[in-house]
């Protein structure tokens, strides 16, 4: 098996800050936070992808103090500073291959790494990185499950193959539907056109996977993508920003209007965690290069780590259930 090659977070100032843990060998931690700066660059686009520094800005809009402070948006801190709170890590970044376009290589590097999490029996909250990194995110879980996989994202990811690549961030629902250890699928922020022919949305539904638009969303609320959701199941969810409206979510290279609402997003993790048990999460697509000075997206993607993190623990996942 690939030994991964970990970097400690940039600067040294990790997620909330957590205790920093890069040898993943000695991992004691209920939950783990990584960076996966790369996935699979296609060779028609520049190897170091405008998400590939996100890893490092959403580090830096965290702060100790989201962890304690009282949080409206779910009714509780995240942590109450006592020892049934669960253990937290930062585990750092994924170094990746021999350069940034070594696709094969940094899919065996990022695979390994969130096998050895696993095997320490840790959650994985993997910070992309592209839509290629939940290839090998998903690859990882090899063995266990099944897992139903939930995704948040504007397009299908259901590519066969693009410009000869096939684990590229236009296929990883596809490699997904490939993998016997993943038997179900709900996609949801389905929105606009680009993202899939005829074709692909027939082998979608072929397979099962069950699609729901954003207009779905907004006509029948976030029960219309969690009424799908097996109950009692082990989920994978995988949240490509762009399939959050522009208007909470403007740092993504693929801009399409009427996307889901930051707050179906929250809703969204929060009933996933009482349907079942989140297996692992990422976040991807964030473009950090397009985040205003405000730093808007990467706050999000913070929040949305730490709505995890919340419901995983009051739904007794995690820790001494509230």
């Not at 090659?5 to 783990?32: C, E, K, N, W, Y």
């Not at 799908?228 to 949240?239: M, R, W, Y």
């Not at 995890?308 to 259930?321: E, F, K, N, V, Y």
Request: glycine residues 12%; negative net charge.
């Amino acid at each position: 098996m690939t030994s991964p090659v970990i970097r400690p977070p940039h600067g040294g100032r990790s997620f909330a800050g957590v205790p920093v843990v890069t040898d993943l060998s000695a991992l004691q931690a209920d939950v783990a936070i990584l960076g996966i700066p790369f996935g699979t660059t296609y060779d028609t686009e520049s190897p170091v992808n405008e998400s590939a520094g996100s890893p490092t800005a959403i580090r830096a809009r965290s702060a100790p103090s989201h962890l304690y402070h009282h949080d409206f948006d779910t009714g509780a801190p995240v942590l109450t500073g006592t020892a049934a709170d669960p253990r937290i890590v930062d585990c750092g970044d994924v170094a990746g291959g021999p350069s940034p376009a070594d696709g094969e290589a940094n899919r065996a590097m990022a695979t390994a790494a969130v096998q050895a999490i696993l095997k320490a029996g840790a959650v994985p909250i993997i910070l992309g990185g592209d839509d290629s990194v939940p290839i090998p995110f998903f690859a990882a879980y090899e063995g266990q499950g099944p897992f139903t996989v939930v995704q948040v994202d504007a397009h299908l990811d259901w590519r066969d193959e693009v410009h000869g690549s096939r684990y590229g961030y236009s296929s990883p629902m596809r490699r997904a539907s490939e993998m016997p250890w993943i038997t179900g699928m709900v996609q949801v922020g389905l929105r606009g056109t680009g993202s899939a022919r005829a074709a692909e949305v027939a082998d979608a539904q072929a397979w099962g996977s069950r699609l729901v638009t954003a207009r779905a969303v907004r006509e029948g609320g976030i029960g219309a993508a969690l009424d799908h959701l097996p109950e009692g199941g082990n989920f994978l969810v995988t949240i490509d920003c762009d399939g959050i409206d522009p208007a909470d979510f403007p740092a993504v290279s693929a801009l399409a209007p009427g996307g889901l609402a930051y707050t179906d997003v929250l809703d969204l993790i929060e009933g996933i965690a009482r349907k079942g048990r989140i297996a692992g999460l990422d976040i991807v697509e964030f473009g950090c290069e397009h985040d205003p000075s405000s730093g808007l997206g990467a706050t999000v993607c913070s929040r949305m780590v730490l709505t995890a993190i919340g419901a995983m623990i009051r739904s007794g996942q995690l820790g001494a259930s509230r």
